[in-house]
């Protein structure tokens, strides 16, 4: 089978489409005829920086069609057409066939292409777990949304508008009408804001881009901020007198599944940017580390 591979960390260039053998499974495992990969920042960095240990296949994000199942295997069948985040250490998800344990999967929502699917599981649950786990986001709260129109957070806007509260992302003017069709309340162009004008106002502020200085003094007193990049400093935190936490996404079958219902059930979009093909894979790294996209880019693997 064909795989994306890395064997030595320090560029994007360094990967190469390689024959692997078709994977085994264990009796714990399915094997997935993997038919799209999402592509997430995580994989172009991962390649520079050197996450992982080499050599191994990028990404984690995968849709695709359940081909053999373990012994042990009774939630899932022959057939099923799947989504999910592999497991972060071993990555494994840019190739023709992926064998992994069921508490990684769910089904993939029926009303999306594979394409779309492949782009749901990193980004919806890193969305999910810092609007939900870390800052309890409520019914009728003011919150900011860093990035909005990028992967994790259009999953965030659309998240947030479901739970029901006013939403309001930093983005440029670019997407703002976009945004607002997808429901954002209003935006902040951070190319020309002076932050230093807004009003204090917000209870919760969810930060994907380091921008701690600008967002940490919009929060009310007792706000609460999470990052999913580079930690706020202490004593800013002290200063403003809110909670900050920063964590690193894991994945999840059970949330994922939460998030099949609200895609089925149309509370939650989809947006595609770019598709490549498995062979375009460098070309696919190099858009997203641009860090330009509006939602998600994908591979299409068969
Ligand atoms: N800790 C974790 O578990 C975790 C999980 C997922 C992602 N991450 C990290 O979170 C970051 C965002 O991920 P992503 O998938 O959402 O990235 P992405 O899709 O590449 O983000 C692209 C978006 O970022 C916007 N943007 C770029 N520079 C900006 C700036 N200075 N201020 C505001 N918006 C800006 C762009 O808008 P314009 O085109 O308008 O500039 C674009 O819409 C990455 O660094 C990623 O590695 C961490």
Known sequence: MKAIRIHEKGAIDNVKIEDLPKPDIQSNQVLIKVKACGINPVDWKSTVYGYFEMPYTIGTDISGTIEAIGTDVTDFKVGDNVIGSLEWAKQGACAEYVATEIKFLA????????????????AALTAWQGLFDKLHVQTGQKVLIQAAAGGVGLFAVQFAKWKGAQVVGIASAKNEAFLKSVGVDSIIDYKTADFSKITPDFDA????????????????KGGKYVTITAKPSEDLVQKHDVTATHFLFHSNAEQLKTIVNLIEQNHVKVFIDKQFKLTEAK????????????????????
């Open 107 to 122: 089904l993939k929502p029926k009303n999306l292409s594979f394409e779309e699917a492949a782009a749901v599981p990193l």
């Open 283 to 302: 070309d696919a790294l190099k858009y997203q580390h641009e860090g330009r996209s509006r939602g998600k880019n994908v591979l299409v693997v068969s």
């Open 205 to 220: 502020v969810f930060d994907s881009m380091a921008s701690s200085e600008h967002t940490i003094p919009l929060l009310k």
